[in-house]
């Protein structure tokens, strides 16, 4: 690739990002009294001198201040899964809130025992308590599987994702070793004491690390996705499930992101059987929640400890966690939203979005890949795909990213604000898919030249 010719269609991309959104570069400038000038930090994850500013949003489509519309295959980093204000979900939470009231009322609802129920029928694990992020489910998971393991430290993958988790902040290092993952704000301690860390797809390395017997759990992306789609090689998932039993170590599986395998996630998909299982964002249909669930056998033993104060030193979630208003959303979404129906019809999407990048990556023989985990696709700047965490860091192409980004930007289309993701929601449709597959073609034409 020619990377003077690459820079120079960025710098054009970037300045005709400037020149059609007046509006979001304006906004972007007055937000004196917003640390980094942004609402939450990550919103600074863009392409571009600023981020576009939301004004509408509905189904698979967004509308910024300037009046630009887009294809959204970001969905809000999967948040919005479900859609951008699903008819049912919003009708639902307007008469919780409006109507009903109580949202903030710290009672349980019958709409509880109904998530509950649903949650097991799709991943299996019989037991729920809910969150308002899957970070904070994952907190509580870990806390759960050290009280009853008395084993102090958690093992992930490296360059895994699980929010802002502190112990799930290691990567391998050169030497092969636990080391800080770059870039980590204000770690409270050195978090090699906390954690282990194994290279996903390398049994091997997450032996020699459970062998010390003194990791409570694995935790766990059945496929990684915020480091690029990573998917498990044959026989992997099995023998994580193996070592861990062999080891006394518990599994919990995150299925935030993997959630987009199909209606029970990578769990249902591959018949895994995790000890716990941590999921968020999507469920609620764009209304903060999270949930984890635990095996009967788990809660059982839990519940069953006198020393362990699970109503008041267990309230890990906050006030608001299980709130009436969320669950509400959570029940909505999962009776009429993220469906069976509707899986089939959003993982038919990704396939013709994945068939339609590969078209375009064997027009131009490039050395790059695509991935695809059931509703979400990904394409790479590397040949054959990263089998590890450490080994997709390493294949990412920043200025080649924000290239492709702006692209598709400035011409309608939104991908996850890092790497080249997409996602599809049951009103995504083959016209959307169709118009992406044109535009990438249209890029690499141009970085061709």
């Not at 004196?32 to 939450?40: I, S």
């Not at 519309?69 to 699903?86: K, Q, R, V, W």
Request: charged letters at 25%; one cysteine or more.
């Amino acid at each position: 690739m020619d990377r003077t010719r690459l820079q120079d269609l960025l710098a054009r991309e970037s300045a005709e990002a400037e020149r059609g959104n007046p509006r979001s570069k304006a906004a972007y400038a007055r937000a004196e009294h917003l640390f980094g000038r942004v609402p939450m930090t990550w919103m600074n994850k863009t392409a571009g001198a600023f981020p576009r500013y939301l004004d509408t949003a509905r189904g698979a489509r967004v509308t910024d201040i300037d009046g630009h519309e887009y294809i959204d295959f970001s969905l809000g980093d999967t948040g919005a899964m479900a859609g951008h204000s699903p008819a049912v979900v919003a009708e639902a939470v307007r008469r919780r809130f409006a109507e009903q009231g109580g949202a903030t009322a710290m009672l349980p609802t019958e709409d509880a025992e109904w998530v509950g129920a649903e949650l097991t029928r799709r991943f299996g694990l019989a037991r729920w308590s809910f969150s308002l992020t899957a970070t904070d489910a994952n907190r509580w998971a870990i806390r759960l599987a050290r009280a009853i393991t008395d084993r102090p430290k958690i093992l992930v993958n490296s360059y895994s994702y699980h929010g802002s988790v502190d112990e799930s902040l290691i990567v391998v290092g050169p030497d092969g070793h636990g080391t800080a993952r770059p870039g980590n704000v204000g770690a409270p301690c050195d978090v090699t004491l906390t954690s282990r860390v194994a290279e996903f797809n390398d049994p091997a390395q997450l032996e020699r690390e459970l062998a010390h017997g003194d990791v409570a759990a694995v935790l766990m992306e059945p496929a990684l996705t915020n480091i690029g789609i990573v998917l498990p090689e044959p026989g992997y998932l099995a023998a994580v499930r193996e070592l861990t039993r062999k080891h006394g170590t518990l599994l919990i599986i995150d299925e935030t992101h993997t959630f987009s395998a199909g209606p029970g996630g990578c769990t249902a998909a591959w018949d895994l059987e995790p000890d716990l299982l941590t999921i968020g964002k999507a469920i609620g249909g764009g209304i903060p929640a999270g949930a984890y669930g635990l095996s009967v056998e788990l809660a059982d033993r839990l519940l069953g400890r006198a020393d362990l104060d699970l109503v008041d030193m267990g309230g890990v979630g906050g006030t608001l966690a299980g709130n009436a208003l969320s669950v509400a959303a959570m029940r909505a979404t999962l009776e009429h939203v993220l469906t069976d129906g509707a899986f089939a019809h959003m993982t038919k999407l990704s396939e013709r979005f994945a068939a339609g990048v590969q078209q375009g990556i064997d027009a131009h023989a490039l050395p790059w890949t695509v991935s695809r985990l059931g509703a979400r696709s990904e394409y790479r700047f590397a040949s054959p795909a990263p089998r590890t965490g450490t080994e997709s860091e390493a294949a990412g192409d920043p200025e080649l990213e924000d290239f492709l980004h702006l692209y598709l930007a400035n011409r309608g289309i939104l991908l996850t604000p890092f790497h080249s993701m997409a996602l599809m929601c049951p009103d995504t449709t083959e016209r959307d898919v169709d118009t992406h597959t044109r535009v990438f073609a249209d890029a690499l034409a141009e970085l061709a030249r």
